[in-house]
């Protein structure tokens, strides 16, 4: 029995010898997800469906989610139908940062898409770049210092917002402006993108003043303000607000009967603006990511097809035609791998990316030294309560 045993004993240990052999010798094979199976590509995202931010949140939801759905209805991607998990962040960082380990560690998304919030999803860089090595796509937010130098998990698709305001103060200035006031919120984020006004404006003109005029974040009174710069008499006011402040202050200048010309950007350029601010918002102008969500270009006519298919309640705006062409970048991006979907080859896809148009914002173009794309922006204004397009498209880091 002993001489039985220790045969077995020699055979199993020479086996183990040679699989582990096998084992070292053997080239590593790439492997699906996380969030990815042979039927299903999960996706998280973060996007503010309460609070005073709600505004962009749910039509932002609304043209993700029109975008994945139509694909899904075609047959899905490479024989997979995608899931989105959204979150709520209503706006707040360590909301979002909750919701980003939920999404990595509980749902186990292969990548977040689209998110929503500046200051909100730059909370989760250092845990979702640093620790769990998880990409984040086409932002709706962003700031220069993200991109400058590239982060290997991030990738952007919209103009920063300094970019933009320095687009509306050059604007501003080639209107003729030579006194103009930046309304902004108190906070960090909203700060360092009204500090750009006064570079753009200079940029046309070199004798225009640029005061800054910080308020609290959500203020619900405006009407001591519009007194205010009533007697300030600006010629232009730039508005670096959240949507409802800009509707707000708009009203009670109009009611002080002061109508200087207004600006603002792009997360301003929707559908509820001109609704909620009447009259009082006639004539603003602004920054827009995107052609006209009442274009005849094919790719915006899908849009508003799907729109009405899935969210039959929302009507077409520039918010959801926003996050529907950023959500394609990112399919485009799946269509490209070769070989198992994971993280890695996302990322590799995303860098193969040239020139791909997606009909409703400027062609864009990623690579190892460039993960921001774009720098085109097309000037818009309400006119009689609706937004049309201003001239052509304008390159924001350019005069010109």
């Known amino acids: 029995m002993r001489i039985i045993d ?8 020479g086996t183990a010898v040679v699989i582990g052999a096998t084992i070292v010798s053997s080239p590593v094979i ?22 005073p931010i709600a505004v962009y949140g749910v039509p932002q939801r609304a043209g993700v989610e029109a975008y994945l759905k139509m694909i899904n209805d075609r047959g899905g991607l490479k ?3 995608f899931e989105l998990v959204v979150e709520d962040n209503a706006y707040n960082p360590q909301r979002t940062l909750a919701a980003a380990r939920k999404l990595v560690t509980r749902d186990e998304v292969l990548a977040i898409v689209v998110p929503n919030g500046t200051a909100q999803s730059a909370a989760t860089f250092d845990y979702l770049f640093g620790e769990a090595k998880v990409p984040l796509i086409n932002p709706y937010a962003g700031a220069t210092d993200w991109y400058a130098p590239p982060k290997p998990n991030l990738f952007g698709a919209l103009v920063t917002y300094e970019n933009q305001a320095r687009t509306l103060g050059r604007w501003a200035a080639k209107d003729g402006a030579r006194n103009i006031i930046v309304i902004h919120s108190a906070l960090a984020q909203f700060e360092g993108v009204a500090k750009e006004v006064a570079p753009g404006a200079k940029s046309a003109n070199a004798a225009v003043n640029v005061e800054l005029y910080p ?8 009407g001591p303000i519009a007194i205010e710069l009533a007697r300030k008499k600006p010629d232009a006011l730039v508005f670096i607000l959240a949507q409802p402040e800009i509707v707000r202050i708009s009203k009670e200048l109009t ?10 950007y792009s997360p301003s350029v929707a559908n509820s603006l001109t609704e909620l601010g009447g009259t ?13 969500v009442t274009s005849d270009a094919p790719a915006v006519k899908e849009y508003r097809d799907a729109l009405a298919k899935y969210f039959p309640t929302e009507k077409p705006d520039y918010v959801s035609l926003t996050s529907f062409g950023l959500a394609k ?3 485009e991006a799946l269509n490209r791998i070769n070989g198992p979907i994971n993280r890695q080859s996302l990322v590799a896809a995303m860098n193969t990316i040239k020139n791909y148009d997606t009909g ?17 922006l097309q000037r818009v204004q309400v006119s009689g309560g609706k937004w049309v397009a201003v001239g052509t498209p304008v390159d924001s880091e350019k005069d010109w």
Do not use: C, N
């Open 360 to 376: 409703i914002i400027p062609p864009v173009s990623y690579g190892p030294d460039r993960h921001l794309s774009a720098t085109i």
């Open 280 to 292: 009082a918002v006639e004539g603003i102008r602004s920054a827009s990511y995107t052609v006209p």
């Open 79 to 81: 024989g997979r139908k």
């Open 329 to 331: 970048i990112f399919v």
């Open 6 to 13: 220790k045969a077995r004993r020699a055979v199993m240990l």
């Open 255 to 264: 009611q002080q009967g002061f109508k200087p010309a207004l600006y603002t």
């Open 30 to 51: 790439a492997q699906q997800g996380p969030g990815v199976t042979d039927k299903e590509i999960k996706l998280g995202t973060w996007m503010p469906l309460t609070g």
């Open 215 to 222: 308020t609290k974040f959500d203020t619900q009174d405006y």
